[in-house]
């Protein structure tokens, strides 16, 4: 079995291996099996996460166990992880379903009520055996739409790492769902206060030059999700053709793995390392 229900030795490997692991949000079977199939073929280590909204639709319990049965049936190391925690009674369900990491977006409070947030958190999905991922995206902007983030300030970024979370999530410029540039430099100063993981929201966006530059200040984590959610969507425009809906789920499955092993590549080490 090569799911992994604890995800922090995957990201202190990729910590010290200076690499990413590609972290794919998926809602349906035919996205979670497309990416796995993509990270059997490549040999690598992937992260599969679920949005709340998709949590809407089925239970962490369920995507939790359908996540176990396909990585029984692959050879990489897999971890679930929790996208965008709305809240602590969310991360907490999550954890008790047995995922292996957990995000809090602490976006809707004040840093000092995120900070206090982050100890509390830290605790309970350590003492679970689970990882901790804390947004420092940006504060005080009330009402900011989700693809405009408040640029990371790199001692509040220090000071979540310092209360317990294992990696920080920073806004270096990438938008959720935009083509974007990232801001190295800030990434550069980041890195040097919080000596630790970081991530990378939007990674679908991001310049592939860009993100190769990252890996060398310790993000271990991107997350990609509208890249495959635009793949599944002309997917559906396309079915028309299709004999049977099962001809359409291999299809989904095929257009995912192919926008998967790109992510996967790019993100990849120098040399393979699982």
């Avoid at 977006?105 to 605790?123: K, Y």
């Avoid at 430099?185 to 040097?192: G, M, N, S, T």
């Avoid at 793949?231 to 291999?250: C, F, N």
Wanted: aromatic share 6%; glycine share 8%.
């Amino acid at each position: 079995m090569t799911f992994h229900a604890d995800a922090r030795p995957l990201l202190q490997a990729a910590f010290k291996g200076r690499y990413a692991l590609p972290a794919f949000n998926v809602c349906s079977l035919e996205m979670a099996k497309g990416c796995l199939e993509a990270a059997e073929a490549a040999q690598r280590a992937v992260i599969l996460q679920t949005y709340p909204s998709d949590l809407d639709q089925a239970s962490p319990h369920v995507f939790a166990q359908m996540v176990r049965a396909l990585a029984d049936e692959v050879s990489v190391p897999v971890a679930l992880h929790l996208d965008h925690g709305r809240d602590a009674a969310q991360v907490v369900a999550c954890l008790r379903a047995g995922y292996s990491s957990v995000m809090f977006d602490g976006q809707d409070l004040p840093f000092g009520g995120t900070l206090e947030m982050t100890a509390r958190l830290a605790e309970t999905a350590h003492a679970s055996g689970a990882s901790l991922e804390v947004s420092a995206e940006g504060f005080g902007l009330p009402g900011a739409s989700d693809n405009v983030l408040e640029t990371t300030d790199p001692a509040q970024a220090a000071q979540l790492h310092a209360a317990g979370a294992d990696m920080v999530a920073c806004a270096v410029g990438s938008e959720h769902g935009h083509a974007s540039r990232i801001d190295l430099r800030l990434l550069e100063r980041i890195a040097e206060q919080v000596r630790g993981p970081l991530v990378l929201h939007g990674g679908s966006g991001i310049a592939p030059s860009d993100l190769r530059s990252a890996l060398a200040f310790g993000v271990v984590k991107v997350n990609v999700g509208s890249a495959l959610y635009r793949a599944v969507r002309q997917g559906w425009m396309d079915s028309g053709g299709l004999p049977t809906h099962r001809a359409g789920y291999a299809d989904l499955r095929a257009r995912v793995r192919a926008v998967a092993a790109d992510y996967i590549q790019r993100l990849a080490p120098a040399e393979p390392a699982l």
